[in-house]
């Protein structure tokens, strides 16, 4: 069976320092790959997805990077944290990008202070 | 890009009745529209899914409805038990992306 691994649970940063945020997946090959980020109370945000080894999409302008060393790794990262970085981040797989469920890690919460 | 909206944000039901959350959405070329259920501190989990070619589907006490024409579909909890408190929501697929509602915080009264 598929799993996804997402760490850490939970991060406290400060402000201007760096970040890196790893999910991986276990039990498939070539999944597409998403992060989004949840704001308390809000809906679910698409920030990158990956299709493949190094290809990464950009959904939003922001301050924050993504890239896929390996195929079932995901990484979300940041030069220098903004308190406005702070929220639920979330990783997701799924196996076609067109037509069926996505399935999520436990979320990483990360507060920037 | 695709738009999703999500009513009501919050519901607030007695134990045993039922519970209705509704979308809309924009794009048209959506044809995947999945549900998922997320308690506190942890991720969604998908609990059903509807593709565009087909207008409702249940799972127990659990049922999707869809409407392309106008573009809504809903989520029905029947019988509802203090275990489906949580937060609910929508999605609908354009392309590669999975577009989500804002949520509802649905509260099961014992």
């Known amino acids: 069976s598929q799993t996804i691994h997402q760490w850490p649970a939970t991060l406290v940063q400060p402000v201007g320092s760096p970040l890196s945020l790893e999910c991986t997946v276990e039990g498939t090959s070539n999944p597409n790959l998403y992060w989004y980020r949840q704001a308390a109370g809000r809906g679910l945000q698409l920030l990158f997805y990956s299709v493949g080894i190094g290809q990464i999409s950009s959904e939003v302008p922001q301050n924050l990077s993504a890239s896929r060393p390996q195929d079932r790794q995901f990484i979300l990262s940041s030069k220098k944290l903004l308190l406005s970085d702070s929220g639920f981040y979330l990783c997701?797989?799924?196996?076609?990008?067109?037509?069926?469920?996505?399935?999520f890690g436990q979320g990483t919460r990360l507060t920037v202070v | 890009g695709e738009n999703v909206e999500q009513h009501p944000s919050t519901l607030s039901v007695q134990e045993g009745d039922s519970a209705v959350i509704k979308c809309t959405y924009s794009?048209?070329?959506?044809?995947?529209f999945p549900w998922y259920k997320q308690e506190l501190g942890k991720g969604p989990q998908l609990i059903i899914d509807?593709?565009?070619?087909?207008g409702e589907k249940k799972d127990q006490r659990i049922a999707v409805t869809l409407n392309k024409t106008a573009k809504h579909f809903s989520l029905h909890i029947t019988e509802t038990q203090p275990e489906d408190s949580a937060v609910y929501f929508c999605?609908?697929?354009?392309?590669?992306?999975?577009?989500f509602g804002a949520g509802t915080t649905v509260t099961v009264r014992a």
């Open positions: 509807i593709r565009s070619n087909v």
């Open positions: 997701a797989w799924s196996r076609d990008p067109m037509n069926t469920e996505a399935f």
């Open positions: 794009d048209s070329a959506s044809n995947y």
């Open positions: 999605a609908a697929r354009s392309d590669y992306k999975l577009s």
